[in-house]
């Protein structure tokens, strides 16, 4: 697959899945829709939040290692009283002075470190959009097994309705004599079971919920019908394709090792000279002498080192092993991604033929089950052929609704798996996190109380408002 045809496949899929999402948004203004459910994980998240502020730290490492390329200004002051029997009546010294220091040259070792810290940034990116992804999948299970759920207490609702009339109707046949008094204890084990497996189908709705709650932050009401599904590639070798380019799993990583390339290269830098330049003006002050002494000098400095231990040797070599174990990472996780690619298709594959196959169950189970009950009213077949096939005609219809469920989480599966499940991607209505607004901001290592530096303390309070 080319990639234009690749970017063409990506578009029209997203047209379908935003349409499909709108119409969700549109079909009910009470009902709770698969968008709302969405918006609803990528706004409450705290793991997002969380992995926002680990972001944001990995972006002020960018600022701490180009901080060393600028010059580096302090100041000191000191007060010093003497005492000896040579000072008559003792003397007190005022000491204050500034200094400041440029590296000149270090054969690129701190850019170097400055450009590696940039890499670990867009892994980190790339992290946050992983679990974004993690996230909305989440949030599309929860909203589809809530669906299960209710379509599975109100088949377990309407069975045990039909039961009881069974049982109803077997009470009164027995008190005519048509039938057995065996035949009323099987309509009342019947609906006992069907009694039990309601319950059964409560709590597993009440534990539905509670899921969607916890991801949506907030309960799920009466869910709007299902949406349409969206267009997915189900050709596995165009899919594995599309997620090797765009997984961000596979970003994650390649970055990881762009990153431990340079760091690798700065340790190699680290054994070379250095060259700086230091300034320094000071003023010393003698109280009770009018004249106080001013000094002013600049040194240029060139050192490098001779021996530290082997220090310098084990941190390249250590850089050189991380560097190593990186690329072994990146190809483990080009493997797991196409294999995640293989298990979302084949799941998607599977739910589809289930639910195909469970359709004709359905025809073919509800025939048995008519004709059954006709005879059973000709006293042709007995109260246990009835339940019988009646119980085959549920457990057919539960395995459609699951099937249908499946097939749903099966298709976002899939758009996971290819890196395609993101919130920008998705076109939901909420405020995207752009994670270059607060590098841009803290890249050229702003001064707290520069003008930038307040514009950036006014952006933290804000995001501290937000999460």
């Given at each position: 697959?080319?990639?234009?045809?690749?970017?063409?496949?990506?578009?029209?899929?997203?047209?379908?899945?935003?349409?499909?999402?709108?119409?969700?948004?549109?079909?009910?203004?009470q009902a709770?829709?698969?968008?709302?459910?969405?918006?609803?994980?990528?706004?409450?998240?705290?793991?997002?939040?969380?992995?926002?502020?680990?972001?944001?730290?990995?972006?002020e490492d960018?600022?701490?290692?180009?901080?060393v390329?600028?010059?580096?200004?302090?100041?000191?002051?000191n007060?010093?009283?003497?005492f000896?029997?040579?000072?008559?009546?003792?003397?007190?010294?005022?000491?204050?002075g500034?200094?400041?220091?440029?590296?000149?040259?270090?054969?690129?070792?701190?850019?170097?470190?400055?450009?590696?810290a940039k890499?670990?940034?867009?892994?980190?990116?790339?992290?946050?959009?992983?679990?974004?992804?993690?996230?909305?999948l989440?949030?599309?299970?929860?909203?589809?097994?809530?669906?299960?759920?209710?379509?599975?207490?109100?088949?377990?609702?309407?069975?045990?309705r039909?039961l009881?009339?069974?049982?109803?109707?077997?009470?009164?046949?027995?008190?005519?004599?048509?039938?057995?008094?065996?035949?009323?204890?099987l309509?009342?084990?019947?609906?006992?079971?069907?009694?039990?497996n309601?319950?059964?189908?409560?709590?597993?709705?009440?534990?539905?919920?509670?899921?969607?709650?916890?991801?949506?932050?907030?309960?799920p009401?009466?869910?709007?019908?299902?949406?349409?599904?969206?267009?997915?590639?189900?050709?596995?070798?165009?899919?594995?394709?599309?997620?090797?380019?765009?997984?961000?799993?596979m970003?994650?990583?390649?970055?990881?090792?762009?990153?431990?390339?340079?760091?690798?290269?700065?340790?190699?830098?680290?054994?070379?000279?250095?060259?700086?330049?230091?300034g320094?003006?000071?003023?010393?002050?003698?109280?009770?002498?009018?004249d106080?002494?001013?000094?002013?000098?600049?040194?240029?400095n060139?050192?490098g080192?001779?021996?530290?231990?082997?220090?310098?040797?084990?941190?390249?070599?250590?850089?050189?092993?991380?560097?190593?174990?990186?690329?072994?990472?990146?190809?483990?996780?080009?493997?797991g991604?196409?294999?995640?690619v293989?298990?979302?298709?084949?799941?998607?594959?599977?739910?589809?033929a289930?639910l195909?196959?469970?359709?004709?169950?359905?025809?073919?189970?509800?025939?048995?089950?008519?004709?059954?009950?006709?005879?059973a009213?000709?006293?042709?077949r007995?109260?246990?052929?009835?339940?019988?096939?009646?119980?085959?005609?549920?457990?057919?219809?539960?395995?459609?609704?699951?099937?249908?469920?499946?097939?749903?989480?099966?298709?976002?599966?899939?758009?996971?798996s290819?890196?395609?499940?993101?919130?920008?991607?998705?076109?939901?209505?909420v405020?995207?996190y752009?994670?270059?607004?607060?590098?841009?901001?803290?890249?050229?290592s702003?001064?707290?109380?520069?003008?930038?530096?307040?514009?950036l303390?006014?952006?933290l309070?804000a995001?501290?408002?937000?999460?």
């Amino acid at each position: 697959m080319n990639k234009r045809t690749g970017k063409r496949f990506i578009s029209d899929a997203f047209a379908a899945l935003t349409l499909s999402l709108s119409v969700l948004t549109s079909s009910g203004a009470q009902a709770d829709t698969l968008a709302d459910a969405l918006v609803g994980a990528y706004s409450h998240s705290g793991l997002l939040a969380q992995n926002r502020a680990l972001l944001r730290a990995a972006d002020e490492d960018v600022a701490i290692a180009a901080s060393v390329l600028k010059p580096i200004v302090n100041w000191s002051s000191n007060l010093t009283r003497e005492f000896g029997d040579s000072i008559r009546a003792g003397s007190t010294v005022m000491t204050g002075g500034i200094s400041a220091t440029l590296q000149v040259f270090d054969f690129g070792a701190d850019q170097t470190r400055t450009e590696a810290a940039k890499e670990t940034v867009l892994a980190t990116r790339a992290t946050l959009l992983r679990i974004e992804q993690s996230i909305l999948l989440r949030a599309a299970q929860a909203y589809f097994n809530v669906s299960r759920q209710q379509e599975f207490v109100a088949l377990r609702r309407n069975n045990l309705r039909l039961l009881n009339e069974e049982l109803r109707a077997a009470q009164d046949r027995f008190e005519v004599g048509e039938i057995t008094r065996t035949d009323v204890a099987l309509a009342e084990a019947a609906v006992a079971q069907a009694r039990s497996n309601l319950a059964d189908a409560d709590r597993n709705l009440a534990q539905a919920k509670a899921e969607y709650t916890n991801v949506a932050g907030r309960k799920p009401g009466q869910l709007a019908p299902v949406p349409q599904l969206p267009q997915t590639e189900t050709v596995v070798s165009r899919a594995q394709a599309i997620a090797v380019r765009n997984h961000p799993e596979m970003t994650e990583a390649q970055h990881q090792v762009a990153a431990n390339e340079l760091f690798l290269k700065a340790a190699g830098f680290d054994m070379l000279p250095t060259v700086s330049v230091q300034g320094s003006l000071n003023l010393n002050h003698t109280f009770g002498n009018s004249d106080p002494a001013e000094t002013a000098s600049v040194t240029l400095n060139v050192s490098g080192p001779i021996y530290q231990g082997g220090n310098l040797s084990a941190r390249e070599r250590r850089a050189l092993a991380v560097r190593d174990a990186s690329r072994g990472n990146l190809h483990n996780v080009r493997h797991g991604v196409q294999q995640g690619v293989v298990n979302a298709v084949s799941n998607l594959v599977a739910a589809k033929a289930s639910l195909e196959a469970s359709e004709r169950q359905i025809r073919a189970a509800r025939v048995a089950f008519e004709g059954v009950r006709e005879e059973a009213n000709l006293g042709a077949r007995t109260t246990l052929d009835v339940l019988d096939a009646e119980q085959d005609l549920l457990n057919a219809e539960t395995n459609r609704i699951s099937a249908r469920a499946d097939q749903y989480i099966a298709t976002y599966q899939v758009l996971e798996s290819m890196g395609m499940l993101t919130a920008q991607r998705l076109g939901l209505p909420v405020q995207i996190y752009d994670p270059s607004a607060y590098f841009d901001l803290v890249k050229n290592s702003p001064a707290k109380r520069s003008k930038q530096g307040k514009q950036l303390d006014r952006v933290l309070r804000a995001l501290n408002a937000t999460e």
